[in-house]
T-cell receptor
Framework: NAGVTQTPKFRVLKTGQSMTLLCAQD?????MYWYRQDPGMGLRLIHY???????AKGEVPDGYNVSRLKKQNFLLGLESAAPSQTSVYFC????????????FGQGTRLTVV | SQQGEEDPQALSIQEGENATMNCSYK?????LQWYRQNSGRGLVHLIL???NEREKHSGRLRVTLDTSKKSSSLLITASRAADTASYFC?????????????WGLGTSLAVNP
């Protein structure tokens, strides 16, 4: 049982480049989340989804887009990367939202130079 | 915005000692969750305590919840070097939007052999 899998694990981008982070879960969860984690700032929610075909903005959505075309996948896109987007990105999923535990991926460390 | 605040920010103890971390929050909650994050890894769920519960145990972990004081504590007994990690509390709001957890900034625990 893989749980939540993120790809890639590491990436270096140049300013202005684009990329997509993939999150896949095999637990048939409805809810999926993208967070970023920066030193001293804890976890901040970027976007989330409450089911296939739905997305919603979190605390820090600017500069990111997401898509949930399939229930098991949640994609996070950076259209034009900026150094401020250097961070560790975590995907998480849960069965019924916040009333139960969330399962996290191992993270993607992104550096924008 | 961060609702949970962990205290202390950092804690260093000797193996075998107990470690206590506290979390305070501001609004009415459905539940409060504790997670552990080892360095460079994703978050792992430890315990979920609901608003009508006062105490929960899981192995060497004991969590208490005082809704009148809007606070929770995580006690790790007989600590081990492997308990070295960051510990985060997350609260699930009670009313309205139950889709997003609100995260604290974490307590960094170092257990010295």
């Amino acid at each position: 049982n893989a749980g939540v899998t993120q790809t890639p694990k590491f990436r270096v981008l140049k300013t202005g480049q684009s990329m997509t982070l993939l999150c896949a879960q095999d637990m048939n969860h409805e809810y999926m989340y993208w967070y970023r984690q920066d030193p001293g700032m804890g976890l901040r929610l970027i976007h989330y989804s409450v089911g296939e075909g739905t997305t919603a903005k979190g605390e820090v959505p600017d500069g990111y887009n997401v898509s949930r075309l399939k229930k098991q996948n949640f994609l996070l896109g950076l259209e034009s990367a900026a150094p401020s987007q250097t961070s560790v990105y975590f995907c998480a999923s849960s069965d019924t939202g916040t009333t139960v535990e969330a399962f996290f991926g191992q993270g993607t460390r992104l550096t924008v130079v | 915005s961060q609702q949970g605040e962990e205290d202390p920010q950092a804690l260093s103890i000797q193996e075998g000692e107990n470690a206590t971390m506290n979390c305070s929050y501001k609004t009415s909650i459905n539940n409060l969750q504790w997670y552990r994050q080892n360095s460079g890894r994703g978050l792992v769920h430890l315990i979920l305590i609901r608003s009508n519960e006062r105490e929960k145990h899981s192995g060497r972990l004991r969590v208490t919840l005082d809704t009148s004081k809007k606070s929770s504590s995580l006690l790790i007994t007989a600590s081990r070097a492997a308990d070295t990690a960051s510990y985060f509390c997350a609260t699930a709001p009670n009313a309205g939007n139950n889709r997003k957890l609100i995260w604290g900034l974490g307590t960094s625990l170092a257990v010295n052999p």
